[in-house]
């Protein structure tokens, strides 16, 4: 019962939403939201509940540790978005509220399937509930986004579908016919390997474009960049990791069939190519927010790249550095919103000085690019090793020097832009905007994701380690 309030409570407190004639209402519904997620989604995860739905709806550990990473920055978000929405000079929108509900529902429903097709229905939710969410300031690059956006990433969830069949055809005779993930991990061994290797495919590019991989990347850096700084968030740090696990869905099934090196294949290219991609367009960006999107392009590299190479370890790297992306890019997406507060602009260009003109928000900006760089002792640092000490382990010399040539090229390209925009003479401006109880709304949520993002680099807690291992071993068979 658990699970199903999980999806239905966050329904219905839209639907209530909706119906609320003022904007505090709505708000404070949210608030409600963000607290009740928490905590229903902290007792799933310390003691997973049976199976719910026939087994359609489960709780295993990479369910799990997905489902913790949309809990949190949704939580979070929460609370950032009532004081930043208060400091928001543009018109507001009745359905923000409520569509933020249906988007979170939508997510939570896919990190908890267990049924493939289901799987399917919710990150098709997820577009529809969060597209007018990337239209918010009805302008004409935020249209343009949002319909490159519904346009780009419908085309992969059809070509998933297609995947779907494909794998349901492969499917032995005489085996239990049904899509749940259990039924096919157990008939994986007796399936055709022509029909699976053809549905393996269509998986990855569908949920590959959904996740922001290279070169069906392109709807990410518009989206990312148009939509508001809370939404950019959960886009970004919540959404792509439930792309992301469909593809590890997929791959679970491969690796029962004996079919693990074909699919790691090609994950390694889709990865190498993202970061290559995003890396180039890091160089000399002159907006920020899509400086960040692309940044988010080269860290699904990052994770595409770790499942390639196969093996427990590096899966365990790429389940923590999932975790440690997603509490960074949320960082710096809440910080880059108090940044455009201050000077309302998205341009590098017109951001200098940040460090004298608000000196927190300055130093939680480059706490962010500290972490998201993977410069020790930010958890990224921590992840990002263990993937590179996968790659020299299993004998990837070639895969370990072009990783870190790209994170090398990474890490220039964004410390240029940062650097100029926190240090430097300020512009003139108005006097800040960032005063009061909502400007602490939106500088205590920044404030935690620095302070868990650093503590991650120390130290990694048992409870969390246990899950990262267990999941991890749901990932790790290598041929």
């Known amino acids: 019962m658990i699970l199903t309030l999980l999806v239905a409570v966050p329904v219905a407190l839209g639907v209530l939403a909706w119906l609320l004639p003022t904007r505090t209402q709505r708000r404070f519904v949210f608030l409600v939201a963000g607290v009740v997620q928490a905590a229903l989604a902290t007792r799933v995860i310390l003691d997973p509940p049976p199976p719910e739905w026939g087994g359609a709806l489960g709780a295993d550990a990479l369910g799990l540790l997905f489902l913790g990473i949309v809990t949190v920055l949704f939580s979070l978000g929460a609370f950032y978005t009532f004081g930043y929405m208060a400091l928001h000079r543009h018109p507001r929108r009745r359905y923000y509220v409520p569509t933020m509900l249906f988007f979170l529902a939508s997510m939570t429903l896919a990190v908890l399937s267990r049924h493939l097709g289901l799987f399917w229905v919710a990150l098709e939710a997820t577009t529809l509930s969060s597209a007018t969410l990337i239209f918010f300031d009805r302008s004409e ?76 990347h392109t709807w990410l850096p518009d989206a990312h960049s148009e939509a508001p700084s809370p939404v950019s968030a ?151 090793l263990t993937i590179l000490l996968a790659a020299l382990a299993g004998g990837h010399y070639w895969a370990a020097g072009l990783f870190l040539f790209l994170l090398a090229v990474a890490f220039a390209a964004m410390g240029a832009a940062f650097l100029g925009m926190v240090f430097g003479e300020p512009p003139e401006l108005p006097p800040s905007e960032l005063h009061g109880w909502q400007a602490a709304l939106v500088m205590v949520p920044t404030a935690i994701l620095a302070a868990t993002s650093l503590a991650l680099g120390f130290y990694i807690p048992g409870r969390l380690n246990s899950l990262l291992k267990a999941a991890a071993l749901l990932l790790g068979v290598q041929e």
């Not at 085996?175 to 393996?200: C, I, R, V």
């Not at 790429?318 to 949320?330: I, P, V, Y």
């Open 141 to 216: 690059r935020s249209l343009e986004a949002a319909w490159k956006y519904l346009i780009l990433c419908s085309v992969g969830i059809a070509l998933a579908l297609a995947g779907t069949f494909f794998v349901a055809l492969a499917i032995p005779p005489g085996a239990e016919g049904s899509l749940q993930l259990d039924n096919l991990l157990a008939a994986a061994p007796g399936m055709a390997p022509a029909w699976l290797k053809t549905g393996f495919l269509f998986l990855l590019v569908g949920y590959g474009t959904k996740m922001g991989l290279a070169p069906m």
């Open 234 to 384: 959960l886009l970004s740090g919540a959404l792509l990791n439930c792309a992301f696990l469909g593809i590890l869905r997929a791959l679970q099934i491969t690796n029962a069939a004996g079919l693990g090196e074909f699919a790691r294949k090609p994950l390694l290219v889709l990865g190498f190519v993202s970061m290559g991609t995003a890396a180039a367009f890091l160089i000399r960006q002159p907006d920020y927010k899509r400086l960040l999107a692309y940044s988010s392009v080269e860290h699904m590299g990052i994770l595409a790249v770790a499942i390639g190479l196969g093996g427990g370890p590096a899966a365990y790297g790429a389940l923590l550095h999932a975790l440690n992306h997603s509490l960074a890019k949320g960082l710096l997406f809440f910080a880059a919103g108090a940044v455009f507060l201050l000077y309302h602009t998205k341009t590098v260009a017109g951001v200098s000085g940040l460090a004298r003109r608000a000196p927190l928000v300055a130093v939680l900006f480059m706490a962010g690019f500290l972490a998201i760089t993977g410069t020790p002792p930010f958890g990224p640092f921590i992840s990002e």
